[in-house]
């Protein structure tokens, strides 16, 4: 005794179960589908690699670029910094100058007093502006250089070489490497005999 018995009809094909059918529809991709997709994905990868090392560049690029401006600023910062510190000093060399000039012609009758109160307060004003960096500018005695001193009166005379400062009128300062004032000097002239010595240097 056979089950379903089909008169001789050939006999319909069993259903698939679920997981028949999801074998069914697992498409198995061939060796030339294989190695076309590893290909893409290679070319895809490369694109990849390009891409993050042009992104890579760039930021170096804009890490640089940050790194050159925050410089530059800093530096233009110390340059308005240096240059609010010049203009005040250049007001106080003037204020140096007048107690310079008192000093150097005291009355006689002057209370002693005073005049040590007058060089303590020279002294502390010097000694302030020696901490910011100004030191005077050599002149007696010294070549004269136009980049340090400025020539009120070229002065005919034997007893100095030629072009040699003979003395300053008004000191001249510097603010570190920067000249802030040249000195004001008297220049000797003295082209008949150039190689005399020098009598500062003796």
Do not use: C
């Amino acid at each position: 005794m056979t089950d379903n018995p089909t008169n001789g009809r050939p006999r319909a094909p069993r259903p698939l179960t679920r997981g028949e059918e999801r074998v069914e529809s697992i498409h198995t991709p061939s060796r030339s589908e294989l190695a076309k997709r590893i290909t893409e994905l290679e070319r895809e990868l490369e694109a990849a690699r390009t891409d993050a090392q042009d992104k890579e560049r760039a930021w170096q690029r804009t890490a640089a670029d940050f790194s050159n401006y925050r410089r530059r600023v800093e530096e233009e910062r110390a340059v308005m910094a240096q240059f609010s510190n010049a203009v005040l000093i250049t007001k106080l060399l003037s204020v140096l100058d007048d107690f310079d000039r008192a000093l150097a012609s005291v009355p006689e009758d002057a209370h002693e007093g005073w005049v040590e109160g007058i060089q303590l307060v020279e002294r502390k004003l010097r000694t302030v502006l020696e901490s910011e960096g100004v030191t005077p500018i050599e002149a007696a005695g010294q070549p004269f250089d136009p980049n340090l001193h400025e020539a009120v009166v070229h002065e005919e005379t034997s007893e100095y070489p030629d072009n040699i400062v003979i003395d300053e009128v008004q000191r001249g300062y510097r603010l570190g490497d920067r000249v802030l004032r040249p000195a004001l000097v008297r220049v000797a002239n003295n082209p008949t005999n150039p190689n005399i010595a020098n009598p500062k240097e003796n």
